[in-house]
């Protein structure tokens, strides 16, 4: 069964005025997004990120993502955020031995979806994909990770 947790948004409550915070848990998972806000000074900039582009430049920018299953932080590199912007919610979908994390952001002609795969402590994927046409533009990125022998 799965079961789909949505975020509570939070934007300037228990934050800093320059910071914003989402967060959304379900079941033993809760994450925890940071945004700040930024100004870019020339049009090259703001078209690296998704949710913001051409003649719609981001507002803010995703500076962290905070994951957790029960008390243990899940690591989430810096390269699976780096280039979000603009998010206007989160959730979480519990699945057989992890969740998925869904993370929505942009406007019209920029919005975007996030999803990162989690199994157990462990963050598998995140597959970002456009808005308006999901199936022609989209990437997708795989994260291993294992003990050494010894």
């Not at 989402?22 to 990120?49: D, H, I, M, N």
């Not at 957790?68 to 390269?79: C, D, Q």
């Not at 019209?108 to 994909?129: P, W």
Request: aromatic share 10%; with cysteine.
């Amino acid at each position: 069964m799965i079961l789909a947790w949505l975020a509570t948004i939070a934007f300037g409550q228990g934050a800093s005025q320059t910071h914003g915070y989402l967060k959304a848990s379900g079941g033993s998972y809760s994450v925890e997004v940071v945004t700040k806000p930024v100004t870019f000074r020339s049009g090259t900039e703001q078209s690296t990120f998704w949710g913001g582009g051409g003649r719609t430049p981001p507002e803010e920018i995703v500076t962290g993502i905070v994951l957790k299953s029960k008390n243990t932080v899940i690591r989430v590199p810096r390269s699976a955020y780096a280039d979000l912007s603009n998010v206007n919610r989160i959730w979480i979908v519990k699945t057989k031995g992890g969740c998925v994390v869904h993370l929505e952001g942009g406007d019209a002609s920029v919005a975007y979806r996030a999803i990162f795969t989690v199994r157990g402590t462990d963050l598998i994927d995140r597959k970002v994909a456009d808005g308006e046409f999901p199936e022609y533009n989209w990437e997708r990125t795989v994260y291993y990770s294992k003990e050494p022998p010894g």
